[in-house]
Nanobody, 124 residues
Framework: QVQLVESGGGLVQAGDSLKLTCAAS????????MAWFRQSPGKEREILAA????????YYADSVKGRFTIARDNAKNTVYLQMNNLKPEDTATYSC?????????????????WGPGTQVTVSS
């Protein structure tokens, strides 16, 4: 079983940037799609971005398209989320997850082995 750990969250102002990192502390992710999700209190978890195992295809939710970029480095067993032009509504706990075989990479139901998450807070 893969164990994922996120880092890079923090408190920033609107318009700032953050880069989140998701590292596999055990297991390997190099043959799996990966995705970033976020959840804020009272809201359902939403998929933000996903990337195929080769990195050749990427998916973005409309809410982050043009502002967030997902990338991966299979040699480092790591996935990144570059977040630019952050808005107060981006405030949430951000988690990464590994894709299960048999699911399309942008299907949010096809992910599991969640990391504990990293908090992102954007002040106005």
């Amino acid at each position: 079983q893969v164990q994922l750990v996120e880092s890079g969250g923090g408190l920033v102002q609107a318009g700032d940037s953050l880069k989140l990192t998701c590292a596999a502390s055990s297991g390997t992710i190099d043959s799996s799609s990966m995705a970033w999700f976020r959840q804020s209190p009272g809201k359902e978890r939403e998929i933000l971005a996903a990337i195929t195992w080769t990195g050749g295809s990427r998916y973005y939710a409309d809410s982050v398209k043009g502002r967030f970029t997902i990338a991966r480095d299979n040699a480092k067993n790591t996935v990144y989320l570059q977040m630019n032009n952050l808005k107060p509504e981006d405030t949430a706990t951000y988690s990464c997850a590994i894709g299960w075989a048999g699911y399309f990479y942008s299907d949010p139901t096809g992910y599991g082995d969640w990391g504990p998450g990293t908090q992102v807070t954007v002040s106005s």
